[in-house]
């Protein structure tokens, strides 16, 4: 019997609302040359009766398992295929009725592509469409590859797929991301700017449980980049104003015995990928407060910088390059610096490396801290209040979504600053954060929040 050019596989677990849809959807494809897996982890709903209905179907097997999880059900599904190509469907979303054909024929055309992924619809819990993802022309636009495909209902080249291991089992979400970083390393990736899939959102997606997702890709990214590559030697700088909120000394503040700078330096110094620490400041007590505090480790440098340095509208470009040249003058070099807000008071060591490493995985000049930014913003036109983008409107375009800057980390290569004059140029990679790592103190009523949070954390 003849190979199927592709193996489908459906994930399930208790979706017994949505897999039936997911299922027929593969069904009606125009293409013929498939096999479907049915793969239920152990369902405790109705899954097993409805998906018990399509035993008889030649197409179909289906396997039965106790509460694997995704990475390890990948795998099951990747020694079990037959076809050319793999493609996960996750039971509450459905396919076009081209999908497998359309991204297999770009596989087929392409013998170096290993991975091909469609732009996708959104829908609601009851497959009603709500929008559309269109992602960059992969062909024309990216070069850069910091933006990841979606997990499912990306088609892969199997061959490939084996020769890289597979899915690495010690993750429990993101296979998607484990995959993109395996694959962009080794192999070509395009998209298809069609949307070939409707991805379900009703309240219960796993994408929707944030920390568990960004703190999974920092770990994929740690594993990745500690088997692959060398972390570049990396310099710290925490640039520290004599900064008033009313009568409050936000440098020097204690809370719960600790100051917000001390805080920010030990966190610091918790990096495994900082490799020196320096504190810039040109007032007299924040330095003497450093050097009483710090003076005496090895991975800390006390800067006075001049006062015309830390003026309100200065760049860091001084400080940094004073800062570059007193640690030359220690015969300490670095290939990249970072700076380091300390109005940022949650922002934690795992997060900086997670900034270096992620410049040394896409081989950027720089990366941003930021936060994905979907509120709408209006210009004031003379007439009326204009938004800037149409935010609101049915096709979402990769091109037009917006980041704001938080967490205050900047870091970059010292050959991009010195030759730009600023850290923020050239390929400006991105790390996303947190809602609490982008929570900054800018006001009394920041402040204050801080100090409440930072209570009930030393309560518990």
């Not at 850069?144 to 997990?151: K, T």
Request: aromatic share 10%; charged share 25%.
């Amino acid at each position: 019997m003849k190979s199927p050019l592709v193996t489908v596989y459906i994930t399930n677990y208790n979706y017994e609302k949505y897999i039936e849809k997911a299922i027929e959807s593969v069904l009606s494809q125009t293409m013929e040359s498939y096999e479907l897996f049915i793969i239920d982890d152990g369902s405790t709903d109705n899954s097993k009766t409805i998906i018990d209905r399509y035993r008889n179907n030649d197409n179909i097997s289906i396997i039965y398992q106790q509460n694997k999880g995704l990475n390890i059900t990948n795998n099951v599904a990747m020694r079990a295929a037959n076809g050319k190509y793999l493609m996960r469907l996750d039971a509450d979303d459905f396919l076009e009725k081209e999908a497998l054909k359309k991204m297999s024929q770009a596989l087929e055309n392409d013998e170096k592509l290993g991975l091909v992924f469609p732009d996708y619809y959104y829908v609601d819990a009851d497959g009603n469409r709500t929008g559309i993802e269109q992602r960059h022309n992969f062909e024309k636009e990216v070069s850069l590859y910091d933006q990841p495909a979606h997990g499912a209902c990306t088609m892969i080249r199997l061959e490939f797929l084996k020769d890289l291991g597979g899915y690495n089992e010690s993750f429990t979400c993101q296979d998607g991301y484990d995959l993109w970083i395996k694959f962009i390393t080794n192999h070509k990736v395009s998209n298809i700017n069609t949307p070939l899939f409707s991805y379900r959102r009703h309240g219960q997606n796993l994408t929707t449980n944030e920390d568990k997702i960004l703190k999974t890709r920092k770990q994929i990214k740690s594993v990745f980049v500690n088997e692959h590559f060398h972390s570049p030697k990396t310099l710290g700088i925490i640039p520290v104003r004599n900064t008033f909120i009313g009568d409050i000394n936000l440098p020097l503040f204690e809370i719960e015995g600790k100051s917000l700078l001390e805080r920010k330096i030990e966190s610091c110094l918790k990096s495994r990928k900082l490799n020196h620490l320096v504190i810039s400041s040109a007032n007299e007590d924040i330095l003497n407060y450093a050097r009483s505090k710090f003076q005496q480790n090895d991975r800390i440098s006390i800067i006075e910088r001049p006062k015309a340095f830390a003026e309100k509208n200065q760049s860091l470009n001084d400080t940094i390059t004073q800062s570059l040249a007193f640690e030359k003058e220690k015969e300490r070099i670095y290939q990249t610096i970072m700076t380091i807000s300390l109005e940022y008071p949650f922002l934690e060591a795992e997060t900086i490396d997670e900034a270096i490493d992620t410049l040394t995985l896409f081989k950027s000049d720089a990366v941003l801290s930021v936060r994905p930014d979907n509120r709408l913003y209006y210009q004031h036109t003379g007439e009326t209040l204009k938004p800037i983008l149409d935010q609101e409107k049915f096709t979402k375009l990769e091109r037009e979504a917006l980041y704001k800057g938080v967490g205050g980390i900047v870091l970059s290569t010292v050959k991009n600053f010195q030759k730009h004059g600023m850290l923020t140029k050239g390929r400006i990679s991105h790390i996303v954060v947190d809602q609490k790592t982008s929570f900054g103190i800018f006001s009394k009523f920041d402040f204050e929040l801080f100090r409440s949070i930072i209570h009930q954390t030393e309560l518990q």
